[in-house]
């Protein structure tokens, strides 16, 4: 890849998951959402194609594709629904923890499963009583002979309930990040319950619970890498679930944006359609400017990962931050270009709507992604 283009086997990825997002996301998407109605026979569906373990090694079943080919792909899928393909993202996101930091058994148990989407992950860090502050959480992990005994709760998780595995953040030791530990837990652990499914703005067509652990028994086996460095690892995963993020919010973006210029085409107000109007000509044109400029710096963030820059989490922070901004503004637009309709259901601009509020908040705040990069920038000009 150039830094503007993309390649034959890129595109080819692309168009893959736009072809399937049109054909078995988009068409169900809207009735998903008002039943609250996780696809689970869809999504595995999307496992066929490689996309249960985009990154994820070869040699367990996975595509070991690019972060930049995750980028394309999420994109892609989010024109479907932004809510199955961050759903799917945050799999991958899960997966590729274990991958990288599990042992070789243990990759072995988990990924293939995984990368088939037999099995499907979720990624539990966030508690009630921290959110950014993630280094506070107080789920409690005490060793007891060859296993761990977990007591605590983690909340907003995507997928609870309905998910297999769940890769938990836990405090085996001292306060701060030095103390936090991870482990995957599987669905019929003893002591392991989910809360209610939470009514939410968005995201409707994939359940958020609360994971809740009471004396749950975990093996000591199950947990990756050392005690101790739990948080490192739960930070590397976010760096690629923010690119992920941001990508699904163009994806939603470029949807809305589309529906904007077919209703445009068709409406009519004081005797000429209405993309005959200069000032709603300008603002297409600003929706568009933006949200190009937005995968342009994401891919930038994403070749930057790939390449293990030593900027890549800062690059990765202001993607984020910009794109999922970008995409819920772009979206707000096409809903208020649309009128009273755009307000209404079967139109399908105010499900994205909702759907992209929630990714200024998840994978980090959009407030936290700025501290990051200041932080960043101050170090450098040390």
């Given at each position: 890849?150039?830094?503007?283009?993309?390649?034959?086997?890129?595109?080819?990825?692309?168009?893959?998951?736009?072809?399937?997002?049109?054909?078995?996301?988009?068409?169900?998407?809207l009735?998903?959402?008002?039943?609250?109605?996780?696809?689970?026979?869809?999504?595995?569906?999307a496992?066929?194609?490689?996309?249960?373990?985009i990154?994820?090694?070869?040699?367990?079943?996975?595509?070991a594709?690019?972060?930049?080919?995750a980028?394309?792909?999420?994109?892609?899928l989010?024109?479907?629904?932004?809510?199955?393909?961050?759903f799917?993202?945050?799999?991958n996101?899960?997966?590729?923890?274990?991958?990288?930091?599990g042992?070789?058994a243990q990759?072995?148990?988990?990924?293939?499963?995984l990368?088939?989407?037999?099995?499907?992950?979720?990624?539990?860090?966030?508690?009630?009583?921290?959110?950014?502050?993630?280094?506070?959480l107080?789920?409690?992990?005490?060793?007891?002979g060859?296993?761990?005994?977990?007591?605590?709760q983690?909340q907003?998780?995507s997928?609870?309930?309905?998910?297999?595995?769940?890769?938990v953040?836990?405090?085996?030791?001292?306060?701060?990040?030095?103390g936090?530990?991870?482990?995957?837990?599987?669905?019929?652990t003893?002591?392991l319950?989910?809360?209610?499914?939470?009514?939410k703005?968005?995201?409707?067509?994939?359940?958020?619970?609360?994971?809740?652990?009471?004396?749950?028994?975990?093996?000591?086996?199950?947990?990756?890498?050392?005690?101790?460095?739990?948080?490192?690892?739960?930070?590397?995963?976010?760096?690629?679930?923010?690119?992920n993020?941001g990508?699904?919010?163009?994806?939603?973006?470029?949807?809305?944006?589309?529906?904007?210029?077919?209703y445009?085409?068709?409406?009519k107000?004081?005797?000429?359609?209405?993309?005959?109007f200069?000032?709603l000509?300008?603002?297409?044109a600003?929706?568009?400017?933006?949200?190009?400029?937005?995968r342009?710096?994401l891919?930038?963030?994403?070749?930057a990962?790939?390449?293990?820059?030593a900027?890549a989490?800062?690059?990765?922070?202001?993607?984020?931050?910009?794109?999922t901004?970008?995409g819920?503004?772009v979206?707000n637009?096409?809903?208020q270009m649309h009128?009273?309709?755009?307000?209404?259901?079967?139109?399908?601009?105010?499900?994205i709507?909702r759907?992209?509020?929630?990714h200024?908040?998840?994978?980090?705040?959009?407030?936290i992604?700025?501290l990051i990069?200041?932080r960043?920038?101050?170090?450098?000009?040390?």
């Open positions: 890849m150039t830094m503007f283009d993309l390649n034959e086997d890129q595109r080819a990825i692309r168009d893959m998951a736009r072809d399937f997002a049109a054909e078995k996301i988009a068409p169900h998407a009735q998903w959402d008002e039943d609250k109605h996780l696809p689970l026979d869809v999504i595995r569906q496992a066929a194609l490689g996309i249960g373990g990154y994820i090694r070869d040699d367990v079943g996975g595509s594709m690019t972060r930049f080919d980028a394309l792909i999420f994109e892609a989010a024109e479907g629904c932004p809510a199955i393909s961050a799917i993202s945050i799999h996101m899960a997966a590729w923890m274990i991958d990288s930091y042992s070789e990759r072995q148990q988990w990924l293939p499963k990368c088939s989407m037999e099995l499907i992950a979720s990624y539990c860090l966030t508690e009630p009583g921290s959110g950014s502050d993630a280094a506070a107080r789920t409690r992990a005490v060793i007891d060859d296993h761990y005994v977990l007591n605590g983690k907003f998780i997928g609870a309930g309905a998910n297999d595995l769940y890769v953040m836990v405090r085996t030791g001292g306060d701060g990040p030095g936090i530990s991870t482990l995957v837990v599987d669905k019929d003893p002591g319950s989910f809360g209610a499914n939470e009514r703005m968005g995201w409707n067509a994939q359940p958020t619970r609360a994971v809740i652990f009471e004396n749950a028994r975990v093996p000591v086996a199950n947990r990756l890498g050392d005690e101790g460095i739990g948080f490192k690892i739960a930070m590397a995963g976010l760096d690629g679930g923010r690119l993020i990508a699904c919010s163009l994806g939603g973006a470029q949807a809305a944006l589309s529906k904007a210029l077919d445009m085409k068709e409406r107000a004081f005797g000429k359609r209405l993309d005959e200069q000032a000509q300008f603002r297409l600003d929706m568009a400017t933006e949200l190009e400029a937005a342009t710096l891919w930038r963030a994403a070749a990962l790939d390449r293990k820059d900027d989490t800062k690059l990765c922070a202001m993607a984020k931050r910009f794109a901004d970008t819920f503004n979206a637009d096409a809903l009128g009273g309709y755009g307000y209404l259901a079967e139109y399908g601009v105010e499900k709507v759907d992209l509020r929630v200024q908040i998840l994978e980090g705040t959009n407030e992604m700025r990069v200041s960043k920038l101050l170090e450098e000009n040390r």
